[in-house]
C-alpha cells in the first residue's frame, strides 16, 4: 500500500512527508506517481475542491489498476477585511504565474490604513482522502493570524511573509519547518488525517 499525495508542490511534499513519516508508508506525489492529468479544480470551498483532486486521481489510478490511498488537500488565505479573499483562488491570486513578492505587496496595498484589529486572517487547510475501498474522508484545520505591514522572513512560501502569528510574536516565514509544521493549518489538518489512517482498516489489517 503505498499514498499518492495529489500535489504538485514540492514545499507542500516536503511537509507531508514530515508529518507523515511515523506511519512507515510510501508517500509519492502525483509526479513521482506518474500522474499528470488536468484537474479542474473548479469547486466553491475548500471542501469541494480537496474532494475533485483526490477523486481524479483515485480514478485515474483505478483506470490502471493500481492500488493507494489517494490524499488531497486545498489551502488558501482568508483575509477576513478583504471579504475572505483569496481564499479558493489564493493560488490563482492576481494571475498563478505572478511572484508572491508582487501578490504579498498587493494584498498590503490593499490593507493600508486598517488598524490591526481588523487585519484578521487566517490559512485554511482541508485535507481529502479517498481510500481504496472507495470510501472517503475529510479534516479541516486553521491557523489565525493578522496580514503585517511589511513582507518578514525567508521560510515557508506563497503568503507566509506577511502572515504574522501575534501569538508566537513571529511571521509565518520566521519560523522553523519543524515549528511550522506544529502549528500549521497543514500540520494540523494532516495531523488529524494521520490518526484516521492509523485507525483505519487498510492500515490495522496490513
Ligand atoms: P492549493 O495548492 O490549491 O491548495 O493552493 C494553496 C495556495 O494557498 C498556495 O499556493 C498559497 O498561495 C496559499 N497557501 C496555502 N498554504 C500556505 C502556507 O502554508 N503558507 C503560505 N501560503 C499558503
Do not use: W
Amino acid at each position: 500500500m503505498k499514498i499518492v499525495f495529489a500535489t504538485g508542490n514540492e514545499g507542500k511534499m516536503k511537509e507531508i512527508r514530515m508529518i507523515m513519516s511515523d506511519l512507515n508508508i510510501e508517500i509519492k506525489s502525483m509526479k513521482e506517481a506518474g500522474i499528470d492529468i488536468p484537474i479542474n479544480e473548479d469547486g466553491l470551498t475548500f471542501e469541494e475542491n480537496a474532494k475533485i483532486k483526490a477523486s481524479a486521481i483515485a480514478d485515474e489510478l483505478a483506470r490502471r489498476g493500481e492500488e493507494a490511498i489517494v490524499l488531497a488537500d486545498d489551502s488558501g488565505l482568508e483575509v477576513d477585511y478583504l471579504g475572505k479573499e483569496p481564499g479558493v483562488y489564493s493560488a490563482r491570486y492576481m494571475g498563478e504565474d505572478t511572484p508572491y513578492s508582487i501578490k504579498n505587496a498587493n494584498i498590503i496595498k490593499r490593507l493600508e490604513g486598517v488598524p490591526d484589529k481588523e487585519r484578521t486572517a487566517r490559512f485554511v487547510c482541508v485535507i481529502a482522502a479517498a481510500m481504496p475501498d472507495g470510501t472517503s474522508y475529510q479534516t479541516r484545520a486553521t491557523i489565525e493570524g493578522i496580514i503585517g505591514y511589511e513582507e518578514r522572513g525567508t521560510n515557508g512560501f506563497g503568503y507566509d511573509p506577511i502572515f504574522y502569528l501575534p501569538e508566537y510574536g513571529k511571521y509565518s516565514a520566521e519560523l522553523s519547518p519543524d515549528e511550522k509544521n506544529r502549528i500549521s493549518h497543514r500540520g494540523k489538518a494532516l495531523e488529524k488525517m494521520k490518526e484516521y489512517l492509523k485507525n483505519n482498516k487498510t492500515f490495522t489489517d496490513k
